[in-house]
């Protein structure tokens, strides 16, 4: 069901050639002034950006056009799977668990929900694009969402959390806002477990927009999407002696990393040793520990040599 939106010839995304320039480019995107970002990353440049939830309730692919879900639908389905998560006892490791609350522990043990996971950390990021995809020839890509202006809220708070009016805040009050805002929004986990402290995460969420902003995402409104920043923006921004006034962007609501596999074998073992991003310090729980004798990781580990550790510089 993944179509390729094709992020750098759409004018969102920008291929990356080396190492240096993989590292300067997260560097640059980080440096827009009092503005903040959430990152992503995947395997496959293929992927489009989107939830479980709106992934299972697309249809179509290949030849066949993709048919993204509404908001009722969306919801409908939402409602339903919170209803029965209630009935299973599902949250009750807290008094009144909010709707946030178990979004968010679905979200963890892979039932489909509205939640996109992101970090707050590009390199965290980064170690998940650049991992092995089943074509080994398919590139990876890196999302950058500016989450500057995007309304905030806890998957749970103790107090009776409410807007400044006494009304409270509520996932369907939040994304009534969604709507009529068209701004997606941030929700931090409070109980952080360790894997979620190891990788620095949260997720962006929002109401399905009428239209579509960036072909591609789906599901999710863009703000501040006029049009794409092009080539030439790209190139400006990568280039530190390249003024504002010459082209390069003052801001970025979304932009896309291409990064070649063989710039993706290289990330991995630099971020691994230089970064200690790896399997082992991202996944530190049980289900990460199976997972890794699943692959075959744990005895590779014991049985391979030192690996040399890359650093900038090396391509």
Known sequence: MNVDPR???????HRVKT?????????RIGMFR????????????????????VRSLTSGGGRRALTIPREHEVRAREEFILQEARKWGIGLDVSRPTDFHLLAILQHYGVPTRLLDVTSNPLTALWFACQPASNPDVDGALFAFDITDFPQYNTFTYSEEA?????????ASALRISTEEQLPFILRP???????????????????????????VDGMPIPGVVSPPGAEAFRCLLDPSCATARGRPNRLPFV???????????????????????????FPDVQGFRD????????????????????????
């Open 292 to 315: 890794a004798v699943r692959a075959g990781l744990v005895d590779s580990e014991r049985r391979r040599q030192p690996r040399p550790v890359l650093r900038p510089g090396h391509k």
């Open 34 to 53: 009092e503005r903040r970002y959430a990152w992503r990353g995947v395997v496959s440049r293929t992927f489009r950006v989107n939830s479980s939830l």
């Open 7 to 13: 992020w750098d010839t759409g004018g969102w995304g």
């Open 163 to 171: 807007y400044p009016d006494g009304r409270p805040l509520t996932l």
């Open 256 to 282: 896309v990393l291409i990064i070649p596999p063989r710039v993706k074998r290289s990330m991995v073992t630099y971020l691994e040793g230089t970064f200690n991003r790896s399997m082992r310090t991202l």
């Open 190 to 216: 409070i109980f952080k477990d360790a894997r979620m402290q190891a990788q620095e995460g949260f997720f962006v969420s929002g109401a399905v927009p009428v239209e579509v902003d960036i072909g591609g």
């Open 19 to 27: 190492h240096d320039e993989l590292m300067r480019a997260v560097s």
